[in-house]
């Protein structure tokens, strides 16, 4: 077993020495910024996906999880990558046994599985959509999480105080007013949220907590490229998209995360829906540049109901 320092020897810059994260999809994005954020506060992180530097998934992109493993470990925590298709139980079961075989001991775990950016057509009504690109996108977006609770949930669960996150898109209650994009994409999102439901109610009574999280308009490596733009230069976006000026990097739904995992008090939000912006209110953490935006208040009360851009106050 790799050692590790003790749980109770923690510090208040890093929180969460001793403690350990499986973060499930962490090659880009938001599973990026969250891992890098918990080894910020101090925790071992095992980072899984499936683009590595010897190869790429179908995404085709340059991060791997071998460079998120670095960032985590420069950020002050330790990070360890390890390949893995979360549709292939047999390689989750051997993750979680792994995780086991060197540390003993589970703390956080979070799933942020996606992989669906380029099989969704927007607006698309389901008989139009192609049906094997929608349902590809359950596997990757839905039955990875399952997958992944069910081999590593044994394992938080041999001590109290363990967390799970589900990673969506939304509030639960946005999704459930709003149409999201799709048939596949609204039923794939409001699923996570569900399951974050009903991991608490399974979770709860056995000492950890479930939450779902959403990012607000994040700045990802893919939307950045979308925009033809980078993280310097992202306010050039605000010439095409207005409303691109509430965006937020990823290390912000980190630090949410971070906060979340080191809460003693984390259990007060057993089963519910949270969002950055929600738990920077909560918490009082702020992005990379210092400040709080709040996307999912913003989208409500300024984007949808046509008003001009104008973060003040949101931001």
Do not use: C
Not at 6 to 14: E, F, I, K, L, Q
Not at 42 to 56: D, F, K, L
Not at 148 to 163: D, I, V
Not at 179 to 185: A, D, H, M
């Amino acid at each position: 077993m790799t050692d590790t320092t003790d749980p109770g020897s923690t510090s208040d810059d890093r929180p969460l020495r001793g403690r350990v994260a499986l973060v499930a999809g962490a090659t880009r994005g938001a599973g990026r910024g969250i891992a890098v954020e918990l080894g910020a506060a101090g925790a071992t992180v095992y980072v899984t996906g499936r683009t590595t530097r010897e190869r790429r998934s179908e995404y085709d992109r340059p991060e791997t999880i071998e460079d998120t493993a670095d960032l985590v470990s420069a950020a002050g925590g330790v990070g360890i990558a390890v390949p893995t298709d979360h549709l292939e139980p047999d390689r989750v079961r051997a993750l979680v046994e792994r995780v086991d075989a060197e540390q003993g001991r589970l703390d956080v775990l979070v799933n942020d599985i996606w992989g669906g950016e380029h099989l969704f057509a927007w607006d698309a009504p389901v008989w139009e959509h192609d049906l094997d690109k929608g349902l590809r996108l359950h596997r990757l977006a839905v039955e990875t999480h399952a997958v992944t609770s069910h081999f590593a949930l044994p394992l938080l669960l041999r001590a109290p105080g363990g967390l799970v996150v589900e990673m969506t898109d939304g509030t639960a209650d946005y999704n459930a007013a709003h149409y999201r994009n799709s048939f596949f994409y609204d039923l794939a999102k409001s699923a996570v949220l569900r399951m974050a439901f009903s991991l608490g109610h399974e979770l709860g009574p056995r000492g950890a907590t479930a939450v779902a999280l959403t990012p607000g308009w994040m700045r990802s490596e893919i939307m950045l490229d979308a925009f033809k733009v980078t993280e310097e230069t992202w306010r050039d976006a605000l010439a095409t998209e207005p409303h691109f000026a509430i965006s937020e990097t990823p290390r912000y739904t980190g630090r949410a995360v971070a906060a979340l995992a080191a809460d003693p008090e984390v259990a007060r939000f057993n089963g519910t829906s949270q969002s950055s912006g929600g738990l920077a209110r909560t918490y009082g953490f702020t992005d990379l540049d210092g400040s709080r935006p709040d996307a999912w208040r913003y989208l409500v009360e300024v984007q949808d109901t046509g008003r001009p851009a104008d973060v003040t106050g949101y931001r």
